[in-house]
Structures are given as C-alpha cells and as structure tokens.
C-alpha cells in the first residue's frame, strides 16, 4: 500500500509503516536536518519516482501549494503528526497559532487527496484543542469513519512510557472500526528499559528499586533517577543529558546522582524504538538529535498501527469470539421461521460479525456497504452474498420491531420525534424510544 508522510520527521512514521508493508512515495517535513536522517535510512524503502524521493516543502500550511501536489501522487494512505508544541502541557500559558493550525491543514490535504486511509499521531491534549475540533470536522465531512485512541507506546513494544492520540480514518467506515485490531495487538505487560537495554543495564544502588540510571528530568521538580524495571519516562529534549555539576539532587534521585548510568545516544534512540543501526550522523550535534528524537513516532507503535491498517484492508478481524444477540433467535422463532432457516440465518450472521465486527451494528444500509468492500465477499457467489445481506437485514427487522413494542433488550428514553411512527405520545407529546429505535426508524421511515 503506497503512503505518503506528512510532517515526517527524522522518520519514526515511516520505518514503522515500511515495517507493517507500507511503501513510502514521498515523505514531507520543512527542517532538512530531519530530512537527511530520514534519506540516509528509509531510502532503499522508497517507491521509485522520478526526481528526489523527498520533497522539502517550506511550509504545509500552504495548501495551494502543497495540496495539489499530494494529490497528485493518488497516495492509498496519509501519514504524519502535525506539530504538537502549542498543545503540549510542557508549554505553560499555550495558545493555539500557526503551529496549532497544521493539525487542520492536514484535516484539508486529507479532504483534498481523498486517500482510502489516514494516521494522524499528535499530543493527548491536542483533543482539546480548537485545532482538532475543526480538523475532525473536516474529517467527517469528507466520510471517513474515525478510531480514535489514546495509545501507551510500552504497550506496542516500546520501551518508554509515552502516550499519544493516534487517529485512523477510512473512508465510509464507521467510527471504532479499527478499535478491536489495537486491542488485540496490545501486550499483556508494559516493556520495560532493562527488555530494551538487557539485565546488565543500570546500578543497583541497595535501596531496594532494583537497578537505576539517569534520564534528564522533564520538570522542575521531577527526579533523574529511573529503574531499569520500569518503562523509560517519555523522552524529551532535556532526556539525553547527563547531570550538571551544579545539578542538586531532588526527591527520588539517589545521593549521588553522577554515579549513575547514562543511556548512550544509540541507546536512548533504542528506547525510542529505533534499532541499532540507525544513522543519526546526519542531524548535526546533541541538540538537534535530542529534538528529533523527541518528536519521533516510536517506529514499533506506527508498525502496530500499520500491521492494523493493513489487516483491516483485507478484511480481516481478530479472532474474537461473538455471541448471537439472544433476542434475535428468539425474534426469528417468533416469526414462525423454520428450525433449517433459523441455523442458517444465525450462521449467516455471526460470519458478518466476524467480517464487520462493531460495525455489524452500524444503520442497515452502512453494514451492507462495509460488507460489499471485504474482499472475501467481493469474492464469494451470489448465493452467499444474498444469505449474508439478507441475515443483516432479519437482524434490522428485528430491532425495530423490538423497540417499537417496547421490548427488550433496549432501554427505553424519551425522544421528541413525529407522532405519526406508530407509537403513542405522553401528555407533553413525546414518545418512550430508545437511540437505537430513532436511528433504525429514521433509516425506515
């Protein structure tokens, strides 16, 4: 699948999606430091073009320019974290300018180029945020349906206790629909830094927390001393510094803090989850290596998405195990239907489940929509897609009928809709319906 990256960085992104099966077109970013550690390795993974694979764009936020550009490229998915400093709770008194305004300039390229899916990686916060609201606004408005999750990367294999908002999108999907694949890619335990840097790493200083290093405060008042038996705390640009000689030990530090290891670049970079072999060379000093290193996409947590992405592509789902909502059996005794069509008709529908997963759920004609565009559908004869649409449309029959007899399992609500859907109105001329009935009697009406 061809991916195009925004706002690319020092490339976390794009060898985790390379990792996962994505080919990267083009990759896009305004600091050249970060450009050239991003040739200097991703470049045997990128898509032949003509010219150079990388396009340094001055300004995303130029969308005349951009845009076009991109759009042009017809990419299958877009990639990229717009810059988070104006939502991060690093920066006190922050307001939201230029930087925060690329969040919704991405929104745009993405209605533009119309790709069949998005990843957008940014700050937590960055949900609050005015910026996003517009963002997902233009999202929704273009048709994509939306996973959003708060994500903690120690989860994904990475050894770092870094969380971040990770927002999917596909076009004509329901929101959620890629909510069950991260779930079941999530480890069981967090990784910690000794998983990352091996038992050896770290000095155990006897005050029973096990072997410890140094890793540069991120406040004021936080310490520098870290276990090896937890995950790395998440790096920033004060993170791969050594202690001061001036530096006064705060609560939670040891005495002596200056005995304590310090992660080498290399092994910092691993934490982050890049491996070994990974060319920093090229970003110029300390500095801008801490800088890129922060702002990286840990690769091991964009892999997860993209392995994600991918399997969702092919119409594949975890294997969870569905029940068969019990009061639809009972529906279709009710209705008087044979023991043979009964079987079939349950069978039909828990293989819709497992092909649709939350979205089974979705209005009638969105579920048939998703179903037509699995591959194995597409694939499957007459005969089978007819006995699966036709599974989804008894199960639509039978929640409306349910809820407009008031039976379970639909808790009841009161919902100012006309009088004239068959249910009668209390004295305030309002009916008892659930959401559920609301959505499925609009969709019937």
């Not at 810059?83 to 709770?89: A, D, H, K, L, T």
Request: proline share 8%; net charge positive; hydrophobic share 35%.
């Amino acid at each position: 699948m061809r991916v195009i990256e925004l706002f690319c960085g020092a490339g976390g992104m794009g060898l985790g999606l390379t990792q996962a099966g994505f080919k990267i077109q083009k990759a896009y970013d305004n600091w050249q430091p970060a450009l050239d550690v991003h040739r200097a390795n991703l470049s045997p993974w990128l898509a032949p073009l003509t010219g150079d694979s990388h396009v340094r764009v001055s300004d995303l936020g130029d969308l005349t320019r951009a845009a076009p550009d991109i759009a042009d490229l017809k990419p299958e998915m877009i990639a990229g974290g717009p810059p988070c400093v104006e939502f991060s709770r690093a920066k006190r008194n922050r307001k939201e300018g230029k930087l925060a305004d690329l969040t919704a300039a991405f929104a745009v390229i993405i209605g533009v180029t119309r790709p069949r899916y998005f990843v957008m990686e940014n700050v937590v916060d960055a949900q609050k945020s005015d910026a996003y609201s517009r963002a997902r606004s233009i999202f929704k408005f273009a048709g994509y349906g939306l996973t959003e999750s708060v994500l903690k990367a120690s989860f994904y294999q990475v050894g770092q206790a870094r969380t971040r908002l990770i927002v999917v999108g596909c076009m004509g999907e329901v929101d959620g629909f890629l909510d069950e694949h991260l779930n079941d890619l999530k480890s069981p335990r967090p990784m910690t830094v000794g998983d990352v840097l091996g038992a050896d790493f770290g000095v155990d200083f006897g005050d029973g927390r096990g072997k410890l290093y140094w890793s540069g405060p991120g406040g004021k008042s936080s310490p520098g001393t870290r276990r090896v038996d937890w995950p790395s705390p998440t790096i920033l640009r004060s993170t791969p510094w050594a202690p001061g000689k001036n530096y006064l030990p705060r609560r939670g530090d040891v005495d002596d803090v200056w005995r304590l290891p310090v992660p080498t670049r290399t092994q910092f970079a691993r934490l982050q989850g890049f491996p070994e072999t990974w060319d920093w060379d090229p970003c110029g000093g300390k500095t801008k290596f801490a800088r890129m290193l922060a702002n990286s996409v840990p690769p091991p947590l964009a892999r997860a998405v993209g392995q994600c992405v991918m399997a969702h592509s092919r119409g594949e789902r975890p294997a969870i195990k569905r029940e068969i909502p019990f009061h639809f059996e009972e529906w279709l005794q009710e209705q008087g239907f044979p023991t043979q069509r009964i079987y079939d008709t349950k069978a039909a529908y828990r293989t819709v489940q497992q092909y649709l997963g939350p979205a089974t759920q979705a209005p009638l004609e969105t579920a048939i929509a998703l179903l037509d565009r699995i591959p194995a559908v597409a694939s499957a004869s007459p005969q089978r897609k007819s006995n699966l649409k036709k599974a989804l449309r008894l199960y639509d029959e039978c929640v409306f009928d349910l809820i407009k007899r008031g039976l379970p399992p639909f808790e009841t609500q009161h919902y100012d809709i006309p009088e004239d859907n068959g249910d009668p109105p209390d004295e305030d001329g309002w009916v008892t319906i659930s959401p559920k009935k609301k959505r499925r009697s609009a969709q019937s009406n």
